[in-house]
């Protein structure tokens, strides 16, 4: 987490802009008041996209900087995550209350208060809150598991599935453990929360598939033996299920499905 | 001697045998279950369940787990559904044809009821 934040995130990315113009107008220079206050701005997914829409950062450095990106959307994702998941003001107070006396601990308490750091560790406390509250809405393999079950597909002889399968090649192996551990690094708990990563299967050409789902869409990672991505998301209703497929991706398209997957619980 | 092949309707049921790496942690089937070596499966092999058994399906492979299809199912993606039995070995075996896209294996994964799960 705190390397993510050591990157060069501009301030003017910062969580509080989602305020609108109030946020920069009432700051003060008292942390606390700021936390406070920034807690109390309503939030909406509008806003989220509104944010996304406009800011001119975004627009321009989703190319060269997508870590930023990627740091900037885990918070707005996770944000709107947690203030749809709670369920009344009580609840909303007690988090405040929670997450307010748990920075005075944690966090080293600075003037120019509405940093990412601050906003991050909000973030992450406010998660862990919730993952303790709900901890039995995780039903996906945890990393540990899914690089367990990735290093069990190396033993798998040729002609596994009976068919005349290949053994399965070290480069999907090595490239699929990659993708699975940059994008909890990305997205934190919300990969637990709101997105599983629900398997590791082998393919008979000797690839591997990675099997995600969110609330509303599935997303299938293919990586051939030569280390190629194609995805295949899967946008799903009550009546119809949508697909869209893609070759040759990178790693930047692997993550914008993610986040794309995370999106759909606003979907429906 | 040949076997009689049949018209197989909208509503009847085919067997397919699954190896168990396609069976996900989560209860349900990969679509991988529907390729061969990575690629949609363009004729992909089933029995029709009237003409066998769970136990004849498995014939060889004692491990693998089954999955039955309606054949509504497929049709309704553009695929085609025929029988294509096998003299002697196997009267039920059947195709469905046509699949080219990892789509279209998704949809029949998500179709498929698991009846057996593999050991």
Not at chain 1, 25 to 47: A, G, L
Not at chain 1, 116 to 143: F, M, P, W
């Amino acid at each position: 987490m705190i390397n993510i934040l050591e990157q060069d995130v501009p301030t003017t990315a910062s969580v509080g802009s989602f305020g609108g113009a109030e946020s920069s107008n009432t700051r003060t220079d008292n942390p606390y008041f700021e936390k406070k206050f920034w807690f109390s701005t309503p939030f909406t997914w509008q806003r989220v996209l509104d944010y996304l829409n406009n800011n001119e950062f975004l627009q321009t450095t989703s190319v060269n900087a997508p870590s930023r990106l990627f740091l900037l959307e885990r918070y707005m994702f996770g944000w709107s995550l947690l203030f749809n998941d709670l369920d009344s003001k009580d609840s909303l107070s007690q988090l405040i209350a929670s997450i307010r006396g748990s920075l005075a601990e944690e966090i080293p308490v600075r003037k120019t208060a509405f940093t990412h750091e601050v906003a991050l560790a909000l973030y992450e406390r406010a998660l862990e809150i919730l993952n303790l509250r709900d901890v039995s809405k995780s039903r996906g393999l945890t990393q540990t598991t899914a690089l367990r079950k990735l290093d069990e597909l190396k033993n798998l002889p040729e002609d596994w599935d009976s068919y005349g399968a290949d053994p399965i090649s070290p480069n999907a192996i090595a490239k699929a453990k990659s993708i699975i551990i940059s994008a909890m690094l990305a997205f934190g708990r919300i990969i637990d929360n709101v997105v599983q990563l629900t398997d590791v299967i082998p393919i008979a050409d000797g690839g591997v598939q990675l099997e995600w789902v969110g609330p509303h869409a599935e997303l299938e990672i293919e990586i051939s033996p030569n280390g190629n991505v194609g995805l295949l998301y899967i946008s799903v209703s009550e009546d119809r299920r949508k697909y869209e497929e893609s070759k040759d991706n990178s790693l930047q398209d692997v993550y914008t499905a993610i986040a794309r997957l995370i999106h759909s619980q606003y979907s429906n | 001697m040949v076997f009689e092949v049949r018209q197989i309707e909208d509503d009847d049921e085919l067997y397919r045998r699954i190896p168990p790496n396609y069976f996900k942690a989560n209860g349900t089937l990969s679509s991988s279950a529907y390729k061969l070596n990575g690629r949609p499966d363009r004729e992909i092999s089933a029995n029709l369940a009237y003409l066998t058994t769970v136990e004849k399906t498995l014939e060889n492979r004692p491990n693998f787990g089954v999955g039955s299809l309606i054949a509504r199912d497929p049709r309704s993606i553009g695929l085609e559904v025929v029988h294509d039995p096998i003299f002697p070995n196997n009267e039920a075996h059947s195709l469905i044809k046509g699949t080219s896209e990892n789509a279209q294996c998704a949809e029949l994964a998500k179709k498929t009821k698991i009846i057996k799960e593999p050991t």
